[in-house]
């Protein structure tokens, strides 16, 4: 059954709109059905049976072995659906459109970018593309691009009246208040094909799908994405009322639209009068946030094909006695019901994918512990062979049902009020046991025989039980029963905030003494996304420095003694006074 779904245009409104604002653009005509010479679409299949079934299926349903290991999926080209567009919400891409996915591919998702690739070779892939769906012969599925104007530059005043506008026509509901994907009804998002999607973080335009220019932004607003709940707003909204939330969107994102200034070093900052977590964020002003990237764990067994966190914020003060971590991170939904563990076992596909294939499939973990690389060698070899089994053929993957991918499905549906994880959201911190002597770091995962880490791990659904783990390797991870840091978590508008303090050096753990350079990793899970175990996003290795610090001034000394000389001075006038002062009786009028 496989109707024609593209929708066609719904109000006689938006055709004389289109006519009357004069947006017509000058491909494809309306009615004007292109799908290139029998020659073209031979190239085109050449090239797309080398470089896009895997991912995309030979029939273009979007079932390439690859694709089960996916999210978002590899697009279903039989649905006619593109998300990336200049034509109006549930019409028909341009040849322009599909060509530019081809040539810079889709951020933050596995679809590549082929820049090496021919102009004949991507008109070719077009043209191959367009027959997959019969949606392309069909001349009323075509509407004229939307023509995007010339961006006005950032206003901050536009602001204000632009969050008025993106409360009062819904975009938070989806988006949140903060943009932070958030919303109440983020997490019962599907996409046409039923699987889970999240709303874009609004403040990080560097993941939009189409594109993060002020130009693109503005398109995206006002053609939607199709196949997604992202409608298009070319009617509900005014080109005016677009510009603002672009420029509201700017906002959120700071300096950092297209590109994220991910940091290479976390710095400490020195802080006087004591480290107390009650006062939360402030305790860290004027500490540099490091903006660390989040990956899916894919080395080992449990892998997180997906992770729910794109990055994590870190921030880092001391005093002469103690240490403290803040890091944040942006979260769809606090998971606080359920439990996690950094050991807890996940069950790999099914008995037919068989641990044996994985083993060899993947390589061998301890392999790569040996080498102390970042993923391990093997991992490098595998993306090598690109062409060949990277992702194994393995059957039970391919099987949607197969439990795979199941339980994330249910916790989507689980509605939008109640938090149903069976696991909850999780962070930790890991620091090698003692500072390495060479450049040689522990294995960035559970660390390894030789180079054990310690972990400082927070289950958030129990936040006042914070616990140190150490790991010499996933099959030896193990709780410690140190003493614990301390802990205050909180989630508010879609950000959880994380904060640890523990002594500088505590005896068996990893010291931070003054001028050193400490490895820091970080687990991150995501219970929304049912990330347990080794199924987490981790960061690469970064160092921490703490700063020598200064010398105490004896300029605040001074100033305290005079304040306390100060303070007795008063003390002495007030108790003068009141000496003598008329008492009660005598002060009563007569
Ligand atoms: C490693 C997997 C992978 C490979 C290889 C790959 N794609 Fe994709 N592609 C994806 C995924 C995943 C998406 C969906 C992204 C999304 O929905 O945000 C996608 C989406 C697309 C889209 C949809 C754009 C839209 O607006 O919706 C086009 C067109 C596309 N791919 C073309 C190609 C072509 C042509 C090739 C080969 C030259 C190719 N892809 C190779 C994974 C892949
Ligand atoms: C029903 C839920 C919903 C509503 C309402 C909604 N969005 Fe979205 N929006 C989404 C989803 C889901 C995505 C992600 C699509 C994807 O990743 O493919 C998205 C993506 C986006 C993107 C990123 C586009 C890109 O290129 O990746 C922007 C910008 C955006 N929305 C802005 C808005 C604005 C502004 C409004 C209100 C005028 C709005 N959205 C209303 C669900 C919604």
Same mark, same amino acid.
């Given at each position: ?45 050449? @090239? ?52 530019? @996915? ?40 075509? /509407?004229?691009? /939307? ?42 998002? @599907? ?85 107390? /977590? ?297 108790? @003068? ?14």
């Amino acid at each position: 059954m496989r109707g024609r779904r593209v929708r066609r245009l719904r109000s006689p409104g938006l055709a004389s709109w289109v006519l009357c604002v004069g947006l017509i653009a000058s491909s494809p005509l309306l009615g004007q059905v292109d799908l290139g010479t029998d020659e073209q679409r031979a190239t085109g299949k050449v @090239v797309y049976d080398k470089y896009c079934s895997q991912c995309h299926g030979d029939t273009g349903a979007g079932d390439g072995y690859a694709a089960p290991y996916l999210r978002p999926k590899p697009r279903d080209f039989t649905s006619g659906k593109y998300k990336i567009r200049s034509t109006p919400n549930g019409m028909l891409p341009t040849d322009d459109d599909i060509r530019r @996915v081809i040539e810079v591919g889709i951020p933050y998702t596995a679809m590549p970018g082929f820049p090496e690739l021919s102009p004949a070779e991507v008109t070719g892939l077009v043209y191959y593309l367009k027959t997959f769906s019969s949606d392309f012969e069909d001349p009323e599925a075509y /509407l004229p691009a /939307l023509t995007t104007p010339p961006a006005p530059p950032f206003s901050a005043d536009n602001v204000e009246n632009a969050k008025r506008v993106y409360e009062e026509i819904g975009c938070a509901r989806c988006h949140g208040t903060s943009g932070r994907g958030d919303g109440s009804s983020a997490p019962t998002l @599907v996409d046409d094909w039923g699987d889970p999607i999240r709303a874009a973080d609004l403040s990080r335009p560097w993941t939009f799908r189409g594109g993060a220019s002020r130009e693109d932004i503005y398109r995206s607003i006002s053609t939607g994405l199709n196949g997604t709940p992202m409608a298009g707003f070319e009617e509900g909204l005014s080109p005016e009322e677009r510009w603002q939330i672009v420029d509201f969107i700017q906002s959120l994102a700071g300096d950092s639209m297209s590109d994220p200034g991910y940091a290479s070093l976390v710095t400490a900052r020195a802080v006087e009068g004591g480290i107390d /977590l009650e006062r939360g964020a402030e305790l860290f002003e004027g500490a540099e946030p490091a903006l660390l990237p989040v990956l899916g764990q894919i080395v080992q067994p449990g892998r997180s094909f997906h992770p729910g966190v794109v990055a994590v914020e870190i921030q880092a003060v001391y005093d002469r006695e103690d240490v403290a971590f803040r890091v944040s991170w942006h979260d769809i939904q606090a998971n606080r019901n359920g439990t996690n563990g950094p050991d807890l076992v996940v069950e790999e596909m099914s008995a037919e994918a068989g641990s044996e294939d994985e083993g060899s499939f993947w390589g061998d973990e301890e392999a790569a512990e040996d080498e102390g690389g970042f993923w391990g060698d093997e991992a490098e070899d595998e993306s090598d062979d690109a062409g060949g089994d990277f992702w194994g053929d393995d059957a039970a993957g391919e099987d949607d049902g197969g439990g795979f991918w199941d339980d994330t499905e249910e916790s989507a549906d689980g509605g939008s009020d109640g938090d149903l994880a069976e696991f909850s959201d999780a962070i930790a911190l890991q620091f090698p046991r003692s500072l390495p002597a060479g450049i040689r770091q522990p294995y960035f995962l559970n660390g390894d025989s030789q180079n054990p880490v310690e972990l400082w791990f927070v289950d958030l659904g129990y936040p006042e039980a914070p616990e140190v783990w150490e790991g010499r390797g996933s099959q030896a991870l193990v709780p410690s029963d140190e003493d614990a840091p301390f802990v205050a978590a909180s989630y508010e508008d879609g950000r959880w905030s994380v904060l640890f303090k523990r002594s500088r050096r505590n005896g068996q753990g990893i010291a931070f003494d003054e001028g050193t350079f400490v490895p820091l990793a970080l687990s991150v899970w995501d219970g929304f996304n049912d990330e347990r175990g080794s199924k987490r996003g981790v960061t690469a290795w970064y160092p921490v420095y703490v700063p020598p610090m200064e010398s105490p001034s004896p300029f605040p000394k001074m100033a305290k003694t005079a304040a306390i000389v100060l303070l007795v001075e008063l003390l002495i006038i007030a108790w @003068v006074r009141r000496r003598h002062r008329p008492s009660a009786a005598e002060e009563a009028p007569a």
